[in-house]
């Protein structure tokens, strides 16, 4: 009987052991903030005022960040983007050595004018302006947790200095001996000039790490001066500081960088 007994305990024994290594109870972990560091990818669509319309219109924006979000939901890094776009209002910058004549498209309708130079060859070659840039930014700002699923999401503001240049490009086929590289410069209007930069919209982070997403207003406002201190079609030394602003919406895709928060296990 007392070999029973004890077998019977053994037995009992075993099963509470056996039972608390498979039994597992999953505690998931807490909506909190906690900083995120991120690289951002974005595309804007953007318009000019002030002194940069009368030189452009529209343009496209790329832009790449690295931006940390801290657990008191601060906000800093920085940014660089690249605009470019074929709607350039001064478009007589080479009439001194070529001529602009009306272009129509397949439909016989009037679409504009296209620029024609002679070549090296004597033969009349189409010239292609366009908008080409870039800018830079330091960042600072602050995320707040409104009208959010989550407590790493919300409305946020930045804002943040650098600088801004721009030019207008002049792209053709063959050679032009009045349009060499270094010729192109006395038309391009290269300038370069201190910015500041601010953003306005909503930041979303899922818990799962796979829809993180940015959008909302981008206005850029810089002050240029030309790098080139002589216009050859003007035939006049270029001094002025313009104004330029730039204004439009952003969208962006979020990489995170933090590290999946680790869950909890209690076991029985």
């Not at 009987?1 to 597992?24: A, D, E, H, R, Y």
Request: proline share 1%; glycine share 10%; net charge positive.
């Amino acid at each position: 009987m007392k070999q029973i007994f004890i077998i019977f305990i053994t037995l009992i024994l075993s099963s509470n052991i056996v039972k608390g290594q498979f039994v597992i109870e999953k505690k998931e972990v807490k909506d909190t903030a906690f900083t995120i560091p991120m690289i951002n990818i974005s595309y804007a669509r953007q318009w000019s005022t002030s002194d940069m319309a009368d030189r452009f219109g529209s343009n496209h924006n790329i832009g790449g960040s690295f931006m940390v979000k801290t657990k008191k939901n601060w906000i800093y890094g920085f940014k660089g983007n690249f605009l470019w776009g074929a709607d350039v209002k001064k478009n007589t910058i080479l009439d001194d050595i070529g001529s602009r004549l009306p272009y129509y498209n397949e439909d016989g309708d009037f679409d504009g004018e296209e620029i024609l130079v002679i070549d090296n060859d004597g033969v009349p070659t189409a010239i292609h302006l366009g908008q080409r840039g870039s800018s830079f930014f330091l960042l600072g700002g602050k995320m707040f947790n409104k009208l959010a699923l989550n407590k790493n999401s919300g409305f946020i503001v930045y804002g943040g200095f650098g600088m801004l240049q721009h030019k207008i490009s002049i792209k053709f086929k063959g050679n032009i001996a009045s349009l060499t590289d270094e010729h192109k410069k006395g038309y391009d209007r290269f300038s370069l000039g201190f910015a500041v930069n601010g953003f306005a919209g909503y930041l979303f982070m899922s818990k799962n790490r796979l829809l993180n997403f940015f959008g909302g207003f981008d206005y850029t406002q810089g002050w240029t001066k030309s790098l080139r201190k002589f216009n050859y079609d003007t035939q006049e030394t270029d001094t002025k500081l313009n104004t330029n602003i730039l204004y439009g919406f952003r969208l962006g895709w979020i990489i995170r960088l933090n590290k999946r928060q680790s869950q909890e296990y209690y076991y029985y």
